[in-house]
């Protein structure tokens, strides 16, 4: 797919969501709460869900779980409070009439509570996300998490991981053979931040102004001018003091509001469920471009954490074949949407059959690619190994099952819920043998765009 070539200014994307008090809070995109994807977990959050998901055969016993999830609901990053803190100060500034503009009145009498030391750590909310997953997760695999039995717990560098993982932990209670303190969580931003250490990926798309353009497009096309001119209409704003930054920014705060509090705030009153779509693809748009399909290098970058996985997984299955005992059968990894959302694009899931661009968001109303589905907050990608006994010799004794926020997936190459080991691996045959990560992220010889290069 060929990107737009003019250079875009790069774009502080914040990511998209929907108002609470409409109930449109399955559009906050990566800001969503884990409920979204899962909302029998509203009412109880030790829940396993409606209905048991498809099991293998009783003859078959789990050896291995290898998770790797997003970080718990955390708080705006300080940015994020600086861009609210602006646009809060311009209501501060101008006055409303009450009567004349209600929503700036009651804007400018909200608040402002969030301090930039918040900075992106992880929110109480956050810490009960992963202490509930872990319980479920137990319950789920009882023979797994059995006690006594080894966790390898490792996370991002960032703290709002590293707090995840030590509440994951905690989730599980005393028994298992690994102490609670966030010190025993080993850091391994090598596979959870594998982007960082991607030279092509850094300044190819990340620093790259011109690989965000579909993005500075549709900010500056019709759908975000109408939600632009509605929302300076509601606040009582000349339309040119607002931008499409300072309106995500709004949307932004009515996600927060939900996800860590859970309440409807005020910021919410301005969007309606039209809007709210608009702002979800802006949102998605730099998903794509950034994290997903938009470029090779984003989902290629992460071979490097998907080889992991099948390296773990093969060593299981050789210890199951001599008879030893399987010495990580707990394997969980906390990392980020940015870790998440790569990975999954690697493996072919979430793909539309048309790029996601800036001037096809009528068409893609029914996409695949909905970030707050895929990598909510406390995302999880859960790859269970197991082993069957069958009277068959020749039927395949290993199997494998994925789940995506505790939801199984059906594999790409048989549409199914279960898979043999062995047509998992050939499948994904060419990512595991000849996807190599250093010479993947190595930048070209020549001066290129990444327009030219990706």
């Known amino acids: 797919m060929a990107p737009c070539r003019a250079a875009a200014p790069l774009l502080l994307l914040l990511l998209v969501l929907r108002p609470a008090s409409a109930g449109l809070s399955g559009y906050f995109g990566t800001k969503s709460r884990y409920e979204e994807v899962n909302p029998h977990l509203v009412r109880d959050p030790l829940s396993l869900g409606p209905g048991a998901i498809e ?4 003859t078959c016993a789990p050896l291995q779980l290898r998770a790797v999830l997003r970080h718990g609901t955390r708080y705006p990053t300080a940015g994020q409070v600086r861009r609210l803190g602006e646009l809060h100060a311009r209501l501060l ?10 929503a700036a009145a009651a804007l400018a009498a909200w608040p402002m509570w969030y301090e930039e030391s918040l900075d992106g750590r992880l929110a109480p909310q956050g810490r009960r996300d992963m202490e509930q997953l872990a319980r479920r997760l137990a319950a789920r695999f009882p023979a797994l998490f059995a006690a006594r039995r080894r966790l390898a717990l490792a996370s991002s560098s960032k703290h709002r991981c590293l707090q995840s993982g030590a509440a994951f932990r905690r989730g599980l209670g005393p028994d298992l053979s690994l102490g609670g303190d966030e010190v025993e969580v080993q ?8 982007f960082d250490h991607c030279a092509k990926f850094v300044a190819l798309v990340e620093e790259n102004d011109a690989a965000m353009c579909q993005v500075s497009a549709f900010k500056e096309g019709p759908e975000m001018k109408k939600v632009l001119e509605k929302v300076a209409s509601a606040l009582c704003l000349p339309v040119e003091e607002l931008n499409a930054d300072l309106v995500q920014v709004a949307f932004l705060t009515c996600s927060y509001e939900l996800a860590i509090k859970n309440v409807t705030s005020p910021w919410c009153s301005l969007f309606t469920e ?20 938009g470029y090779d290098i984003n989902s290629r970058s992460s071979c490097i954490l998907f080889q992991d996985i099948f390296q773990h997984l093969d060593k299981a299955v050789e210890e199951s074949k001599s008879s030893k005992p399987i010495s990580s059968p707990l394997i969980v990894q906390v990392g980020h949407a940015e870790t998440l959302q790569p990975l999954l694009a690697l493996m072919g899931f979430f793909k539309d059959k048309e790029p996601l661009l800036a001037n096809n968001f009528a068409r893609q109303t029914h996409r695949k690619f909905r970030s707050g589905r895929i990598v909510p907050y406390a995302a999880n990608l859960v790859f269970v190994l197991y082993h ?4 068959n010799a020749s039927r395949e004794e290993y199997q494998v099952q994925m789940l995506l926020n505790e939801r199984p997936m059906s ?3 048989s549409n199914e819920t279960i ?3 062995a047509d998992l691996k050939d499948y994904y045959r060419d990512i595991l043998e000849n996807c190599h990560f250093k010479e993947e992220c190595e ?12």
């Open 55 to 58: 099991s293998p055969p009783v």
């Open 274 to 293: 039209e809007d709210a779509k608009v702002l979800e693809y802006l949102n998605d748009l730099k998903q794509y471009w950034k994290r997903g399909y």
């Open 443 to 454: 930048l070209p010889k020549v001066n290129v765009t990444a327009v030219d290069e990706l």
């Open 187 to 194: 850091v391994n931003d090598s596979l959870m931040r594998f």
């Open 419 to 421: 898979s043999t080991y």
């Open 388 to 391: 069957c006994d069958h009277m």
């Open 411 to 413: 594999f790409q190459h």
């Open 93 to 102: 500034r101008r006055p409303a009439e009450p009567a004349a503009c209600p």
